[in-house]
């Protein structure tokens, strides 16, 4: 076969002379006025900027004024550590938080490839960001457009506008008139003659002049919406600091008065300030935050073994309240790539090419599968053609009828007319004979094929019903000539209507199964396109959506906001959507209260992506800017994909409600231990540096097991979360309170004990931290689950569970065992009958909560 010709030769030899281009005088002066042919780039935030935002956090205050006060005694150990453990706070937060946004890096490399432009009558090749204003730009198949321009001349030329309307099927291009010249252009529809930057030129030729560079160009208004929006701010994080700031606020006043009374009561003004200081420790629940950075990086790895991507951690703190879930049709539900799915024969035969086995089609449909392969280019870059070649692949050997042979030569190619939807190609079969083969709009091949009134009826019928099923139809036909007498124009050939091609862009073979499981979680799904409005409809149905009521672009303009937020409400499917749209139809669901994810792969998607509360973006199709835009990456383009990520943020959810609970229950006889002894008048048994200890290591590392605990088995049959529920839900609080209030009875009351048995103050300490801890460690089986009981609670698997039980023990007997660490934390020897007192009443508390969970079962479900 003929090989394809370079497609810059279509367009051959000196210019016209309307058509030079421009002197380099007027390039220097568009580019200083326009500037570079390059997107604007995005602020970052510093890691400078970030630390100085971590010093604000009140529990760094406290452990830095700690640490003042122990170097002004002169306790330097104990100033290290609490400085260490300020360190500690700081590393992690901007560690958590350095993160930056590529977003406008990815569009403007995409934007800036090399470009042919005529300039001064002359070819030349130049970087895509030197391109400006007025520039006549060559070209060709395979050449990707490096701005918005008119064509003012075009060969046969189609473009994929995929990245911008998220549509496989490439559209034809026209030369301007001045008619078309004055219409405005936007990405998608045929017989246009703008050309967009970023697009792929995928078949024939031309010569365009351009007419917007860098952030005026479609792509850049995309980048310059990108740079307007703000990421949906990570709703927990926002919620546990404003808990954070209540218990400062609190505890702020509360140890004030506590120095004022120590100081005044015993008259040691810097013991005062460390009591204090303590006090304001055990009331500030900063481990929240610590916490919450654990849970989201080892949910972000949990998720990654399931081939999900985390790109903000933020997202998978919502992915469990998520009530709509908005998704592209082209890659994301279907296959992104173009496949033959029905022929037909003009006496109404159809034939399915996935129904049939590998093997060859039966005859009649062979010839037309390989007349519309010879009607193909040789090597195609049009997605359409290639799947003429994929199936034509199947014909083998060909049929007796069927002109197709390898040894056929390409003659002579019939391109498109804006006046006639139809393409032809002349093959040379030997000697002086030939044979054309034709495809095209099934109208066009009517005309070529003068059939009669009944004859186009019953092919308009045929196409009628295949355009329901969301099929994009071409009919093929062929015809016999000689090479010494090739007509002008096709209409000189006598055509055979040998019958019609349905193409589609396949559905993904796991979607209906997602669809389903989705709808069963109580999440809406909504597909928002760029295609027409019955393939979209057909696409829904096959997902098992429902299809009735249809959306259109134009619908949505005639809408105000209020009413789109009402429509939304109801429609499942929005199809001929623009992107501006999109991004209108997620602001509309998240303004009825919607908790809103969006999934998409091209530039089209991103500024949806980034608005909505979780972006997910398709890894292998999907565009860097789709990707760069979102929150969470599906690595494997598998909608399925999305359900698995469900799952686990609402399992993630769940732990994260449990840790919470633990850790404000902890607060409770944390904080009263540090209070009781200044109300009482008695020896203060915890300082700074235990307190410290309890709540940047024992409760943290005591978390990471309820980080591992498996799913409740109902995580999948409920319904979302309500968007504004808040975490710390009057049950939890109330629950955690009386968890709280039990521990610190008992820890009390052994503290109490011990003072009026005349142990030593250092022994007293020991006992009564000793205490503390195992109870805290009751908690941990007390809130493992709220629907199991204690037997599960104990025998359910979690290996994390039995690390931190070595850890917690091994670090107790660290602080006794180490004369070291002993002198450090004033802690005093203690004896088999003291492990027995702190044993018997974690194994107490453990019981008595058990015993009263049941009541509050139900209102801790989340």
């Not at 569009?107 to 090399?114: A, E, G, K």
């Not at 039966?362 to 390989?370: E, L, R």
């Not at 409920?718 to 039990?742: E, H, N, V």
Request: charged share 20%.
């Amino acid at each position: 076969m003929m090989p394809a010709a370079d497609t810059h030769d279509l367009v051959p030899g000196e210019p016209p002379a309307d058509l030079r281009g421009l002197d380099e005088a007027t390039v220097q002066a568009r580019l200083r006025e326009d500037g570079p042919n390059v997107l604007p780039r995005a602020a970052r935030r510093t890691p400078l900027r970030i630390v100085r935002d971590v010093v604000r956090e009140p529990m760094l205050a406290l452990l830095l004024g700690g640490g003042a006060v122990y170097l002004v005694l002169g306790n330097l150990q104990e100033a290290i550590i609490l400085l260490a453990f300020a360190t500690m706070s700081v590393v992690i937060t901007v560690v958590q938080e350095a993160r930056t946004e590529r977003v406008l890096e990815a569009l403007r490399d995409l934007t800036s490839p090399r470009a042919l432009v005529i300039r001064e009558g002359a070819r030349q090749r130049i970087a895509g960001q030197d391109v400006v204003r007025g520039d006549l730009v060559v070209l060709g198949e395979g050449d990707r457009v490096p701005a918005d321009a008119i064509l003012r001349r075009a060969d046969d030329l189609q473009a994929d506008e995929s990245l911008l309307t998220g549509e496989s099927v490439p559209v034809r291009k026209v030369a301007a008139t001045i008619a078309t010249g004055a219409v405005p252009g936007r990405p998608g529809g045929d017989d246009l003659p703008q050309v967009f930057s970023g697009t792929l030129v995928v078949r024939g030729a031309g010569i365009a002049e351009v007419v917007a560079t860098g952030a005026r160009s479609e792509i850049g208004r995309i980048g310059q919406t990108l740079g307007a929006l703000e990421a949906e701010p990570p709703r927990l994080q926002a919620q546990m600091h404003r808990v954070v700031r209540v218990f400062a606020v609190a505890g702020g006043a509360v140890s004030v008065l506590a120095v004022v009374l120590y100081g005044t009561l015993r008259g040691s003004w810097l013991d005062a300030l460390l009591a204090g200081i303590a006090l304001g420790m055990s009331m500030l629940p900063e481990e929240f935050p610590v916490v919450l950075a654990v849970f989201m990086a080892m949910g972000a790895w949990r998720i990654s073994r399931a081939r999900v991507l985390t790109r903000r951690a933020s997202a998978i703190e919502t992915l469990g309240s998520a009530t709509v879930l908005c998704t592209d049709k082209t890659g994301t539900l279907t296959e992104n790539r173009m496949s033959v799915a029905e022929l037909r024969l003009p006496d109404g035969d159809v034939c399915q090419p996935r129904q049939v086995a590998d093997g060859p089609l039966p005859p009649p449909f062979a010839v037309v599968a390989d007349v519309g392969r010879l009607a193909s280019a040789p090597e195609p870059f049009d997605p359409m053609e290639k799947a003429f070649h994929d199936l034509g692949a199947r014909v083998s050997p060909p049929p007796a009828s069927s002109p197709g042979h390898d040894a056929w030569t390409l003659a002579r190619t019939y391109p498109l007319r804006p006046d006639l939807l139809a393409m032809a190609q002349v093959w040379r079969t030997g000697g002086d004979t030939a044979v054309v083969a034709a495809k095209g709009a099934p109208e066009a091949i009517a005309a070529l094929c003068r059939l009669d009134g009944p004859a186009r009826a019953a092919s308009t019928t045929q196409v009628e019903a295949m355009a329901a099923a969301g099929l994009r139809v071409i009919a093929v036909a062929q015809a016999s000539a000689s090479l010494a007498a090739l007509p002008e124009a096709q209409e000189g050939f006598a055509f055979t209507h040998l019958g019609l091609v349905g193409l589609a862009d396949p559905l993904r073979a796991s979607v209906p199964a997602a669809v389903a499981e989705c709808r069963s979680a109580g999440i809406r799904v909504v597909m928002i396109t760029g295609d027409y409005p019955a393939t979209a409809a057909a696409i829904a149905r096959q997902a098992g959506l429902d299809a009735e009521v249809v959306v259109t672009g134009d619908d949505l303009e005639t809408l105000s906001d209020q009413a789109l937020a009402e429509r939304a409400r109801r429609a499942t499917v929005f199809a001929r959507i623009m992107p501006e749209q999109k991004l209108r139809i997620v602001r509309a669901l998240k303004a009825d209260g919607d908790v809103v994810a969006m999934t998409g792969d091209g530039v089209n998607d991103a500024p949806s992506l980034k608005a909505a509360h979780i972006g997910i973006a398709m890894g292998g199709r999907g565009t860097d800017v789709a990707r760069e835009a979102s929150s969470l990456v599906l690595l494997d383009d598998d909608f399925g994909s999305i359900v698995t990520a469900v799952r686990l943020g609402r399992r993630i959810y769940d732990n994260l409600h449990k840790a919470i609970g633990f850790i404000l229950a902890v607060h409770v006889p944390i904080a009263g231990m540090a209070l009781l002894p200044l109300v009482l008048g008695l020896p203060v048994v915890l300082g700074p540096m235990h307190i410290a200890f309890l709540e940047m290591v024992i409760d943290p590392v005591c978390s990471l097991v309820f980080e591992a605990e498996v799913a409740e088995d109902d995580v999948m049959r409920r319904p979302p979360r309500a968007p504004d529920a808040p975490l710390f839900s009057p049950a939890l609080i109330t629950w955690s309170l009386t968890q709280g209030a039990s521990v610190l009875l008992l820890v009390g009351t052994i503290y109490l004990m011990a003072l009026r048995r005349g142990l030593a103050v250092p022994d007293v300490r020991a006992l009564t931290f000793f205490s503390l801890v195992t109870a805290i460690v009751s908690l941990i089986f007390v809130n493992r689950s709220f629907s199991t009981s204690l037997i599960a609670a104990f025998t359910r698997r979690n290996v994390a569970l039995g690390w931190v039980l070595v850890t917690v023990v091994s670090m107790l007997a660290l602080t006794v065992l180490w004369p070291a660490v002993r002198v450090l934390f004033r802690f005093g020897p203690l004896h088999a009958d003291d492990l027995a007192v702190t044993a018997g009443g974690g194994l107490l508390v453990l019981l008595v909560l058990e015993a009263a969970k049941p009541l509050w079962r139900g209102r801790l479900r989340v």
